[in-house]
């Protein structure tokens, strides 16, 4: 089945620095990869997701990039502020299986 | 829109007695609901994946005769958590799946703590 390795485990920042979380997956054959922020407590909250056929995304302060060849694909987050302290988890496949989440702490 | 919830949001049940958690989605039909577990400061981890009127698919390790899944409409799915322990104590969150032409978008419910004493 499918393996989805996610680094780091815990990511502090200063606040207005990027951070980025990179993880790989096994499968070849998936072609979907959300990233789900969680707070404590909290349902988890896709906030950016890519597919296989394009090799990067951009929302805003967040961006998706995938490289299928690798198989790897990283949450970039930039210009960070208090408010993006959380747990982070990627995820991929069909039927979602997800990394160990990072927990990232910007620094005021 | 793509509104998942689930009931009840707590639930606290004495060993060897059962317990049912409702997900619903509210605004969409949902061909495909997933179930995950998890614990304090660990990821999801997917129990089982349940299809609209069929049999569900437990991942390895998962008890089917534990936890039970019914996916009886488009639009809700239930896990019975049967004769609880205390090792059973998680958090439960289920996931509807709205597939709409490009995306296969997951939304998840508020989940359920249980507490087995």
């Known amino acids: 089945g499918e393996n989805v390795e996610q680094h780091p485990s815990t990511l502090s920042v200063q606040e207005g620095d990027s951070a980025v979380i990179k993880c790989t997956y096994s499968?070849?054959?998936?072609?979907?990869f959300p990233w789900y922020k969680q707070e404590l407590g909290k349902r988890p909250q896709l906030i950016i997701d890519?597919?296989?056929?394009?090799g990067e995304k951009k929302d805003q302060r967040i961006a998706v990039t995938l490289n299928k060849t690798a198989k790897h694909f990283s949450l970039h987050i930039t210009e960070t502020q208090p408010e993006d302290s959380a747990v982070y988890f990627c995820?991929?496949?069909?039927?979602?299986?997800f990394g160990a989440g990072t927990r990232l702490f910007v620094k005021a | 829109g793509a509104v998942v919830s689930q009931h009840p949001s707590r639930v606290i049940c004495k060993s060897g007695t059962s317990v049912k958690i409702e997900c619903r989605s509210l605004?969409?039909?949902?061909?495909?609901m997933f179930w995950y577990r998890q614990f304090p400061k660990k990821s999801l981890m997917l129990m089982a994946t349940?299809?609209?009127?069929?049999?569900?698919?437990?991942e390895q390790g998962v008890e089917k005769d534990k936890f039970l899944i019914n996916h009886a409409s488009l639009t809700l799915s239930t896990l019975t958590v049967t004769s609880a322990h205390p090792e059973d104590s998680s958090f439960y969150i289920c996931?509807?799946?709205?597939?709409?032409?490009?995306?296969?978008?997951?939304?998840f419910g508020p989940g359920t703590r249980l507490t087995v004493l």
């Open positions: 890519i597919r296989s056929n394009v």
């Open positions: 349940s299809n609209e009127g069929s049999k569900a698919t437990y």
């Open positions: 499968d070849s054959a998936s072609n979907y």
């Open positions: 996931s509807a799946r709205a597939t709409s032409g490009y995306t296969d978008t997951q939304y």
């Open positions: 995820a991929a496949t069909f039927k979602t299986i």
């Open positions: 605004d969409f039909q949902a061909t495909t």
